[in-house]
């Protein structure tokens, strides 16, 4: 029962490196949602997808695009990682609202 | 705008006490409010939320308290064990127009010592 899958769970990029970040669901769950969490502040939308080929923006969108190509696959990317990226990154999941959704364990990046 | 707070950044309680986490938020047209628990390492987990036309909710070992007068939310936790040792997290949901929006509070740290 794996539930919500992030890989990698540890990056080091170089200032305008690019990359993108794996989340896998095995819930069969409509919504997925990409946040970022930085110290001391709560967690932050960067973008979403209420199902498969769909996605939205969240509250912080700039610097990151998305695509959900499978229902249970749902891809950050950053196309030139900047240092205010660095953050810890999570997915999550849910069947419908985003009240009760899953969260993966978390990617830690950090850009130089 | 709209915000999420907490009064307390860190919460240090001995073992089998009451734990009790505060919130306030500033958004009276929110239509939920939540708790959330992050392990170190681990994932936001959701542990109970409160409809905003109520005023109090039981789990196991967790009760949710809203008071709306004041824009306060509080989680209690009876008999406090180890396990809860985390950081707590309330959010506030609502949903216009077909979009939700889910805004996150700063966060607590929960310490309970054996």
């Known amino acids: 029962n794996a539930g919500v899958t992030q890989t990698p769970k540890f990056r080091v990029l170089k200032t305008g490196q690019s990359m993108t970040l794996l989340c896998a669901q095995d819930m069969n769950h409509e919504y997925m949602y990409w946040y970022r969490q930085d110290p001391g502040m709560g967690l932050r939308l960067i973008h979403y997808s209420v199902g498969e080929g769909t996605t939205a923006k969240g509250e912080v969108p700039d610097g990151y695009n998305v695509s959900r190509l499978k229902k249970q696959n749902f891809l950050l990317g950053l196309e030139s990682a900047a240092p205010s990226q660095t953050s810890v990154y999570f997915c999550?999941?849910?069947?419908?609202?985003?009240?009760?959704?899953?969260f993966g364990q978390g990617t830690r990046l950090t850009v130089v | 705008g709209e915000s999420v707070g907490l009064h307390l950044p860190t919460l240090s309680v001995q073992e089998g006490d009451n734990s009790i986490i505060n919130c306030a938020y500033s958004n009276s047209a929110s239509d939920y409010f939540i708790w959330y628990k992050q392990e170190s390492g681990k994932g936001p987990q959701f542990i109970i939320d409160?409809?905003?036309?109520?005023d109090k909710r039981q789990g196991q070992r967790v009760t949710v308290l809203l008071n709306k007068t004041v824009k306060h939310l509080s989680l209690q936790i009876a008999a406090t064990q180890p396990g809860d040792s985390a950081v707590y997290f309330c959010a506030e949901f609502h949903s216009q127009g077909g979009s939700e929006k889910l805004v996150f509070g700063k966060g607590t740290k929960l310490t309970v010592n054996p």
């Open positions: 999550a999941s849910s069947y419908s609202t985003v009240i009760e959704a899953f």
């Open positions: 409160i409809r905003s036309n109520m």
